[in-house]
């Protein structure tokens, strides 16, 4: 295996993956034959389907849109596995799964009763889960009610992200469990509540082997302003507050992973999760700080089979930029990024070439800019005026413009 296209080892706590690339929790690792068609495209895990200990007060057959344009995925309703659904499916993965690690993803709710909680991670533990994976994150159980009825006063039992921003919660739920299993812990934490990097330090201290970030934002999807009783989608009835995940959350996870790695130090281990759709994010997520990269939204839309062509290309960036391990890709980012007040920015000016111009005007139109005049053939840009911000680079459709840097 160690020849093996898909073998670039990282570790969570004392179990090995073959490689960084987990299906992330959610609808494509629910059921056994997804699982095996994972491992069979290299996978090196799965976190399943979360199991909410016992089945939650908010559970319906999925309603889905995957918003192409914006590159969001949305949805209210899905439900999640009851405790013997996901026990069996542990069982049988565990049975029929040789190279795929299993990793049980589950939940309870925040409070006195840790009871639902270590049972849990006892049965999981028998069951054969090789990791736990507690769910501090789902934005759409407690979190979502909470938002949407901002005001009233009824106060429910805390669970998945109202949870996961509660540093005492967070604490609580991972000591105790730490009592009943030696299976390594994930902490799957939330970005709600803008305390990601300081709870994920209270879930390595209190003994998680890992915290994977992100999880689904919660948002309030396009709406049909002529129509706007009807939501985005089929079979369902009202609006609701969605969870997104997808492209267009990458920026905010790679954010989360970053904060977290320049909190918690080198040592613990993140699964970068969020928008990871390309070898190039997932190379991004490590830059980051990221030891194993969780895809969700990407195996929605495109299966597993992906993943080939990813360590392909994987393996030739490697060997062009001379990195031997994964570890060689973290947290090359984190000296990178420089806080704002380090910033250096340089003299120069926009310029057009009148040989591609169309003078078609759209670069007149920019707001903020007065550096622009049309000529009869083409647009000029008066250096004098022009900041340099390059946003007409960007609006012009024929490429016309570039930018004469003045230190050269
Ligand atoms: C439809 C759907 C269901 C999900 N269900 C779960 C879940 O059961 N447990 C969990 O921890 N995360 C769940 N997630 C969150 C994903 O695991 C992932 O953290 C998030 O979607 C961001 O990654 P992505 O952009 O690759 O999807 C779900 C996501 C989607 C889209
Ligand atoms: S770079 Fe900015 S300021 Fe300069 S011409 Fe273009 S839009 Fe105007
Ligand atoms: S947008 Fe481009 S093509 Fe159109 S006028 Fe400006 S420079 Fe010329």
Redesign the pocket.
């Known amino acids: 295996m160690k020849d093996s296209l898909f073998y670039l080892p990282v570790k969570i706590g004392n179990v090995e993956l073959k490689n960084p690339f987990i299906v992330?929790?959610?609808?494509t690792a629910k059921r056994i034959d997804q699982l095996k068609l994972a491992e069979k495209c290299g996978w090196s895990a799965a976190?399943i389907?979360?199991t909410f200990n016992p089945l939650p007060y908010i559970n319906y057959q999925?309603r889905?849109r995957w918003l192409k344009k914006e590159k969001v995925?949305v949805?209210t309703a899905?439900y999640?596995l009851n405790m013997e659904q996901g026990l069996r499916l542990v069982e049988e993965a565990r049975k029929k799964c040789k190279e795929l690690v299993v990793i049980a993803?589950y939940s309870y709710v925040a409070g006195q009763d840790i009871d639902g909680w270590l049972d849990a991670a006892r049965r999981f533990d028998s069951a054969g889960a090789q990791i736990l994976?507690l769910?501090l994150?789902?934005p759409n159980m407690s979190f979502n009610v909470d938002i949407s009825e901002r005001g009233k006063k009824e106060v429910r039992p805390s669970s998945g992200a109202s949870m996961g921003q509660d540093e005492d919660a967070v604490r609580w739920v991972i000591e105790n469990t730490r009592k009943v299993t030696r299976l390594p812990l994930i902490a799957?934490i939330t970005p709600e509540g803008g305390r990601i990097s300081e709870v994920s330090k209270v879930a390595f201290e209190s003994g998680a082997a890992a915290v994977?970030s992100?999880?689904?934002r919660l948002g309030i999807p396009a709406i049909d302003v002529w129509n706007y009783k009807k939501p985005i989608y089929n079979l369902q009835g009202q609006n609701t507050m969605a969870?997104l995940?997808?492209?267009w959350?990458?920026p905010l996870?790679l954010r989360d992973v970053f904060e977290i790695r320049k909190l918690v130090g080198p040592e613990p281990h993140i699964n970068g999760?969020?928008?990871?759709?390309s070898m190039e994010d997932a190379v991004q997520m490590m830059m980051c700080g990221a030891d194993s990269i969780?895809?969700?939204?990407?195996t929605?839309i495109a299966g597993f089979g992906f993943l080939e062509k990813w360590m392909k290309s994987l393996r030739d960036y490697m060997k062009t930029m001379g990195f031997q391990t994964a570890r060689d890709m973290r947290d090359l980012l984190l000296t990178e990024i420089k806080p704002a007040s380090e910033l250096t920015v340089w003299a120069g000016y926009a310029q057009v070439d009148p040989e591609k111009c169309s003078a078609c005007g759209l670069c007149l139109e920019i707001g903020h800019c007065n550096a622009i005049v049309l000529t009869d053939a083409s647009a000029e840009i008066d250096p004098g005026l022009c900041q340099g911000c390059s946003t007409c680079i960007d609006i012009c459709p024929k490429k016309a413009i570039w930018m004469a840097d003045k230190r050269i």
């Open positions: 992330a929790s959610g609808p976190s389907k979360q999925p889905y995925h949805f899905e999640r993803n994976e769910n994150c789902c799957k994977s992100v999880a689904n969870c995940s997808g492209p959350i990458k996870a999760t969020g928008g990871v759709a969780g895809v969700c939204t990407h929605m």
